[in-house]
Nanobody, 118 residues
Framework: QVQLQESGPGLVKPSQTLSLTCTVS??????????WTWIRQPPGKGLEWIGY???????FYIPSLSSRVSISRDTSKNQFTLQLSSVTPEDTAVYYC??????????WGQGTQVTVSS
């Protein structure tokens, strides 16, 4: 059974870059048909899909964040990483890494709280 675990700083200052890593166990991030996704939930709001990196390394981001977001991967470590630049307090959220297949978010990390504050 695949497991995902987010890691990274819980506090980021405004204008800095948020960087989170998702470590995957129990399955390879290069396995065909899977998309490795980042989703966030700001306090008091719904889930927001950020983007993904696919099994072949292809990427897609939500247009509203595309100028600030980058998702990359390290296949040797079976990890994928989210970077979000120029953060503001509006980027405060619980961030989840998720395995997506056939448009179904089937496996979730436990989530990690990121607060943007000086």
């Amino acid at each position: 059974q695949v497991q995902l675990q987010e890691s990274g700083p819980g506090l980021v200052k405004p204008s800095q870059t948020l960087s989170l890593t998702c470590t995957v166990s129990g399955g390879s991030i290069t396995t065909m048909s899977y998309f490795w996704t980042w989703i966030r939930q700001p306090p008091g709001k719904g889930l927001e899909w950020i983007g993904y990196i696919g099994y072949a390394g292809n990427r897609f981001y939500i247009p509203s964040l595309s100028s600030r977001v980058s998702i990359s991967r390290d296949t040797s470590k079976n990890q994928f990483t989210l970077q979000l630049s120029s953060v503001t307090p509006e980027d405060t959220a619980v961030y989840y890494c998720v395995r997506e297949a056939d448009h179904f978010f089937e496996s979730w990390g436990q989530g990690t709280q990121v607060t943007v504050s000086s």
